[in-house]
């Protein structure tokens, strides 16, 4: 009964008050004003400066492959070997064929000269005189179809060699040796590819397109040169391009060429980059997604924020700012490009504006925090 009075006693005593907790700490920035280079960014994909299908010119059996596929081959360099024997009998044919008929020019031209002397002294007749002139001329003529037979025979014999048209990466054999090919059309036996250099095509919409006409004008104003008489990548304009597994646009170009005209139905125009491709192992090859960058001016004490401060409601993005009396505050912002880890700002804030980075979770509208800046939090 003691124990229950005192409990009684000492509830009766105690005062039930509020206590107010301390304001939330959140963590706050300074934007970061610097210059800035704006991108244009776009998606694109990489394909071959050169590709060749080669294909047997001549029909035979395929006698011997010369190369392993996928491996570097250079231009002239031989392939293929297709059966040369019916070639070289051929050649061998039109060279004696050749040979018969020089031997029946000089004849002809022996049997002219003397009838020159003859018809001086009346000895032939006129008739006689012309029929071995004629006979001369037919002979010189053979000569030329003969001589032409022995080029034909000579060229068809080289395509029994088949050499690589260009540089690059030769794909696997289509054909094995020992088949017949040629036969009534050209066989194809593989391909090549160069992959030095390598080009890069996107698309661009009106506006942007408007901006880069501009860059391309600037340029050759710069440089002297008339524009209608210069192609894109004489006026140097860079272009960077960046792998699904890279995180930045490693890869450095050159604007190449874009179509003359919008296709109507996209709004769009073709663009096309041109890149050398010189690592080692080569990183680009044909039908690469792309992600690709074009720098279209430059702006001085642009201000960068932390990504980590952009948040999105349905009115759109937003950060959150801490005013002088350490009220939060909700600023709507237009987004520029995001430069490793940061955002440029282009309208929304100032430079002296406080913006939350750290417990936004936390932080409202409205509400009181406990700002830390984060130069002194960091770690």
Do not use: W
């Not at 059966?83 to 031209?109: G, H, K, N, V």
């Not at 993005?317 to 282009?346: H, T």
């Amino acid at each position: 009964m003691i124990s229950f009075l005192t409990i009684l006693t000492s509830c009766s005593d105690g005062k039930n008050t509020y206590v107010v907790p301390p304001p939330v700490k959140v963590t706050v920035s300074l934007p970061v004003q610097k210059s800035v280079i704006e991108y244009l960014e776009f998606t694109g994909t990489t394909k071959s400066v050169g590709f060749a299908e080669v294909k047997a010119q001549a029909s035979g059996i395929l006698k011997s492959m010369r190369f392993e596929p996928g491996l570097q081959v250079k231009q002239g360099d031989l392939l293929f070997v297709i059966d040369p024997e019916p070639y070289q009998a051929e050649l061998a044919a039109a060279q004696a064929e050749l040979i018969s008929a020089q031997a029946e020019l000089a004849r002809t031209q022996a049997e002219l000269k003397r009838a020159n002397s003859l018809i001086k002294k009346n000895f032939i007749s006129q008739t006689d005189y012309l029929r071995r002139k004629t006979e001369r001329d037919v002979a010189q003529a053979q000569i030329g179809l003969k001589n032409a037979r022995v080029q034909s025979a000579k060229i068809q014999l080289s395509y029994t060699q088949v050499k690589a048209p260009i540089s690059g990466r030769v794909s696997r054999n289509h054909v094995d040796v020992g088949n017949l090919v040629g036969e009534g059309e050209a066989t194809l036996l593989t391909t090549i590819t160069q992959y030095k250099p390598m080009y890069a095509y996107f698309h661009l919409n009106e506006r942007d397109l408007l901006r880069v006409m501009n860059i391309r004008a600037e340029k050759a104003q710069k440089i002297g040169h008339d524009l209608e008489k210069q192609s894109d990548q004489a006026l140097d304009i860079p272009l960077f391009l960046g792998l699904v597994d890279e995180q930045a646009y490693p890869h450095k170009g050159e604007l190449d060429f874009g179509e003359s005209a919008l296709n109507p139905s996209t709004g769009t125009i073709e663009l096309r980059g041109i890149f050398a491709n010189a690592e080692k192992p080569t990183r680009l090859i044909p039908g690469l997604f792309t992600r690709l960058r074009l720098p279209v001016g430059k702006t001085d004490n642009a201000l960068l924020i932390d990504e980590r401060a952009i948040s999105a409601d349905q009115s759109g993005r937003f950060v959150l700012v801490v005013d002088a009396e350490n009220k939060v505050e909700k600023r709507s912002v237009v987004l520029g490009q995001r430069i490793e880890g940061q955002v440029v700002i282009k309208k929304g804030i100032k430079a002296t504006d406080k913006v939350i980075i750290k417990g936004l979770q936390k932080a409202r509208p409205g509400s009181i925090v406990n700002p830390q800046n984060a130069a002194i939090t960091a770690g």
